[in-house]
């Protein structure tokens, strides 16, 4: 089950990031790394933060254990759902309206002429998260049927989207582009609405949300308990899903303080650094998490363990190999996929030099996604969103830290050495020695065996590429 669930997403991620590094080839050869790109990413980086805040993080880790014990799953998911969408409605329509305002407190650093440019783009991205929301909700519903295919491969589809868009317009100017770009997300996005729209009508899903409307006036005690625990565990989850958006969000921020083209390097090291952390831990993460709900309310703590220490073994591995591989070769990487057109070596040694910092918080990212699956599933998101604060305030610290003396490079790192910090006090709220029990396993023997067959490997590998090259 769980390596069937993991391949599955596993290989629909890799589809989607495939695609994905499609686009950003084509977006770094037409547009490079300069104001106008900065200006996008800015713009799409918006909605990316409330959708993964609100939607994919929040959401899913509050909503498939409240649905798995409610009583009334039909008036439950309608009512959940009808909420949601109306406040991000709203929420839309606000930064429309004032687009200008938000566009400067996510790069306060623009100066006013570039804001005013920016801001219409953030106007039409935002409108990707209500998309967005639609998605995710039928995503959770697809998954506690075990269902993970559409999700994980139907991400391709804004990804195609944008492609499209880049290959029609390249020859018109440069902010012309741009907003074909921004088009072509709601487009992406309509794409993934309609696929899991299929997917859940086939599953006979729907019907929750058609006897929910027709019970819409009914008011069962225990429902309202249900809802009212529910939105504590969502507001909780909010908090402990929004450190590494945050992160992000300050990142963009401060990079817009730097030399222009600092957001496009921290954009595209983070796209590397997202494809291990997407293809092993988030993939790994979202093929347990319902099966680890349903043991955790059934007080199976054997197989809840059992499912844990099979998953940290491919995690740890998985994510061991890829981060000594992606530091090794951190400057091949970047340079055979974007170093052309517009993108110059200076642009790909300095996004190599992110990439590398980045690349140190792979394996503490990952491995606290994976365990804090145990706090969401057993309802502690409080003490899941007070672990995100520490890590959070401990970002901050280390930017004061590195910013002055590496620069861009010292945000990425400030992210990675904050990675340690939310590993820590995860696993510590997880049981440390249960964390032992995991580790201290034969497998630890067989994982340091691969590590010396594999470095040098590595090293000549590389030293091949130069010859190469």
């Known amino acids: 089950m769980i390596i069937r669930s993991f391949f599955t997403n596993s290989v629909g991620i890799l589809t989607s990031r495939i695609f994905g590094f499609v686009r950003d080839l084509l977006s770094a050869s037409v547009l490079g790394a300069n104001i106008y790109s900065d200006i996008f990413f800015v713009a799409f980086k918006f909605p990316n933060l409330f959708r993964r805040i609100f939607a994919e993080g929040a959401l899913t880790q509050s ?13 439950f998911t309608y009512k959940t759902f009808v909420k949601f969408f109306l406040f991000i409605i709203v929420l839309s329509i606000i930064v429309t309206l004032f687009s200008r305002f938000f566009t400067s407190l996510l790069a306060f650093g623009f100066d006013s002429a570039t804001i005013d440019i920016a801001a219409p783009l953030v106007a039409i991205n935002f ?5 967005i929301f639609c998605v995710t909700f039928l995503a959770s519903l697809l998954q506690y049927k075990n269902h993970f295919a559409t999700t994980a491969f139907s991400t391709a589809l804004l990804n195609i989207a944008l492609i499209g868009a880049l290959i029609l317009s390249k020859n018109y100017e440069k902010m012309t582009i741009v907003y074909a770009m921004s088009y072509a997300v709601l487009v992406g996005g309509m794409l993934q609405l309609v696929t899991h729209f299929i997917a859940a009508r086939s599953r006979g899903l729907l019907k929750l ?41 300050l990142d963009t921020a401060i ?18 650094f997202q494809l291990p952390l997407a293809l092993f831990a988030i993939a790994l993460s979202v093929g347990i998490f319902p099966k680890i709900a349903r043991y955790v309310k ?4 054997i197989q809840s ?16 190999l890829a981060s000594i591989g992606g530091i090794i070769l951190s400057e091949e990487i970047v340079y055979l996929l974007f170093q052309r057109g517009a993108f110059d070596a200076l642009d790909a040694q300095n996004t190599a030099g992110v990439l590398r910092m980045y690349l140190i918080g792979l394996l503490p990212f990952g491995l606290a996604k994976l365990f804090s699956l145990w706090l969401y599933a057993s309802h502690k998101q409080k003490q899941a969103a007070k672990i995100s604060l520490y890590a ?5 610290i280390f930017y004061a830290l590195f910013i002055q003396s590496l620069g861009v490079m010292g945000l990425a790192l400030a992210s990675s050495a904050a990675g340690f ?8 709220s997880f049981g440390i020695k249960k964390f032992l029990d995991i580790m201290l396993d034969q497998k630890l023997g067989y994982f340091m065996l691969a590590f010396v067959i594999y470095i040098p490997l590595l090293l000549w590998f590389k030293g091949f590429i130069h010859g190469y090259l």
């Not at 009914?218 to 929004?242: C, D």
């Not at 959070?392 to 901050?396: A, D, F, K, T, Y």
Request: glycine residues 6%.
């Open 209 to 249: 949300f058609a006897y929910g409307f027709t019970c819409r006036h009914k008011k069962p005690p225990r429902l309202q308990i249900e809802e009212k625990h529910f939105l504590r565990s969502f507001s909780q989850a909010i908090i402990g899903n929004s450190t590494p958006q945050i992160s992000a969000f």
């Open 305 to 320: 363990t059992k499912m844990f220490k099979d998953g940290f073994w491919i995690l740890f591995s998985l994510l061991s």
């Open 298 to 301: 059934n007080g199976d703590e």
């Open 255 to 272: 990079a817009s303080f730097l030399s222009a083209g600092s957001i496009s390097y921290l954009y595209y090291a983070n796209r590397i």
């Open 127 to 131: 409108y990707y998260l209500p998309l």
């Open 392 to 396: 959070l305030g401990s970002n901050i």
């Open 63 to 75: 909503f498939i254990p409240s649905f798995t014990s409610s009583c009334n799953k039909s008036l």
């Open 421 to 428: 910090v939310l590993l820590g006090f995860t696993l510590h």
